[in-house]
């Protein structure tokens, strides 16, 4: 148990003005004190309603409250490039695979695994909105209908230009192939590296995230899913 000696001066830290620093106030054991905390924190994003201001001025905001000043020279247009840098970068809620896709679907008896290795993959976490990034690896055994090749990259920018987790990125990607091109068999492998863990928190700099997600064939029958295996992640060059 914490002291409960601590209670003030944590709160006092973060809340200065709402510490009495009376006797009774001592007493507050850290539960009810985590409890008060918990519920400042959420009023201040649900309960101010700050819909009417531009992102432009959210963005200076945060500058301001991390230490800088946002009307410096080299600053001036920075709200404005984070707005167009992330309304890019979650162009994905904008998109669903069946844009993506288009009109590129064919028809083709091949019944062989079709790969698409090393798509290149950018995302952000939603967690910390840092990037994650790296390389996804798409197949899938057609069952009458092949896509144009360049679109399991577009697949993956749908779902990568959103706010995310790797393992749902990863299933979302599986789940688009499966739903659009109905094959016989669909499996994704991401492998991606995080900047909330390398710049901040546990800083492995080396740590590589890797998730897959399998359909039909590749979940049936584990040669096919060795086979792809091995084919996705043989001599993978350095990132
Ligand atoms: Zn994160």
Not at 95 to 110: Q, R, V, Y
Not at 185 to 210: D, F, P, W
Request: charged fraction near 25%.
């Amino acid at each position: 148990m914490i002291g409960s000696a601590d209670a003030p001066l944590g709160r006092s830290l973060r809340y200065p003005a709402d510490v009495p620093g009376s006797v009774d106030d001592r007493s507050v054991d850290t539960a009810s004190v985590d409890t008060a905390s918990v519920d400042i924190a959420s009023a201040d994003h649900t309960s101010v309603d700050l819909s009417g201001v531009s992102y432009e001025a959210l963005v200076a905001e945060m500058i301001r409250r991390s230490g800088d000043d946002p009307e410096r020279e080299g600053m001036l247009k920075t709200p404005e490039r984070v707005r167009k840098s992330m309304e890019f970068l979650t162009s994905g809620y904008h998109m669903t695979p069946d844009d993506a896709i288009g009109d590129a679907l064919f028809t083709e008896s091949h019944q062989n695994m079709v790969l698409v290795r090393d798509i290149e993959l950018y995302s952000l976490c939603e967690h910390h909105l840092l990037p994650f990034f790296g390389k996804a690896h798409v197949a899938y055994i057609p069952d009458g209908r092949i896509m144009g090749l360049s679109k399991a990259a577009r697949i993956v920018d749908v779902f990568a230009r959103r706010f995310q987790v790797q393992e749902r990125l990863t299933e979302q990607i599986a789940q688009a192939v499966w739903d659009t091109i109905q094959p016989q068999g669909v499996a994704v492998v991401v492998e991606a590296y995080h900047l909330c863990m390398m710049m901040r928190g546990v800083q492995k700099q080396n740590s590589k995230t890797i998730t897959s997600a399998m359909r039909g064939a590749f979940l049936e029958d584990h040669r096919t899913r060795e086979e792809f295996l091995r084919l996705a992640t043989d001599n993978s060059g350095p990132l």
